[in-house]
């Protein structure tokens, strides 16, 4: 088993910076996949992005390019999503998930095995 502990959200004026971080913990080596996927109110979760522990390639939706990044620490248990140039419709739980694939890619929530429990953001106009 896995465990995910998101932290770091918070509430920012549009224009700010965040930087979200998922703490792994348990069998870690069992995965290579970490995605950060968000939902706000009445909407579906959406992948937002994912790093795989193994490559280090990363994936980023085309509507946080250039204002979000992906890493993980050096231990590969920690994963930040670094949030700049935030926007209102930012706003949004931020949950992280792992799975172990040969293709890292946020698209669905089900298909990872593992999720946490979600960080709130909210950006303010």
């Known amino acids: 088993q896995v465990q995910l502990v998101e932290s770091g959200g918070g509430s920012v004026q549009a224009g700010g910076s965040l930087t979200l971080s998922c703490a792994a913990s348990?069998?870690?080596?069992?995965?290579?996949?970490i995605a950060w996927f968000r939902q706000s109110p009445g909407k579906k979760r959406e992948g937002v992005a994912s790093?795989?522990?193994?490559?280090?390639?990363?994936y980023l939706i085309d509507s946080v390019k250039g204002r979000f990044t992906i890493s993980h620490d050096n231990s590969k248990t920690t994963v930040f999503l670094h949030m700049n140039s935030l926007k209102p419709e930012d706003t949004a739980s931020y949950y992280c998930?792992?799975?172990?694939?040969?293709?890292?890619?946020?698209?669905?929530?089900?298909?990872?095995?593992?999720g946490g429990q979600g960080t709130g953001v909210t950006v303010s106009s």
């Open positions: 998930a792992a799975d172990r694939t040969n293709d890292c890619y946020p698209g669905s929530w089900y298909q990872f095995a593992y």
């Open positions: 348990g069998a870690t080596a069992t995965t290579n996949c």
């Open positions: 790093i795989s522990t193994f490559s280090g390639s990363t």
